[in-house]
């Protein structure tokens, strides 16, 4: 795993935390807090992912040369 998918994790996690936190003091400012950084780090994985997919390079073929057929 990449840095950016261990620190995208550790936001994942941080953001849940403190969304339960939030909800078991009824602090409303923390609990935002933990779902915005839960949904933020799934949007910014998926937006990563998807860069690098349409990044690679597709696959290239190697060129056959043609048959050549006799006529009888």
């Given at each position: 795993?990449?840095?950016?998918?261990?620190?995208?994790?550790?936001?994942?996690?941080?953001?849940?935390?403190?969304?339960?936190?939030?909800?078991?003091?009824?602090?409303?400012?923390?609990?935002?807090?933990?779902?915005?950084?839960?949904?933020?780090?799934?949007?910014?994985?998926?937006?990563?992912?998807?860069?690098?997919?349409?990044?690679?390079?597709?696959?290239?073929?190697?060129?056959?040369?043609?048959q050549v057929t006799q006529n009888p």
């Amino acid at each position: 795993m990449s840095w950016t998918d261990w620190s995208l994790l550790g936001l994942f996690i941080f953001g849940f935390v403190l969304f339960l936190i939030g909800a078991n003091t009824y602090n409303a400012l923390v609990g935002y807090a933990g779902i915005y950084l839960f949904i933020g780090s799934v949007a910014v994985y998926l937006v990563l992912y998807i860069y690098k997919e349409l990044k690679k390079k597709p696959a290239t073929e190697t060129p056959q040369p043609p048959q050549v057929t006799q006529n009888p």
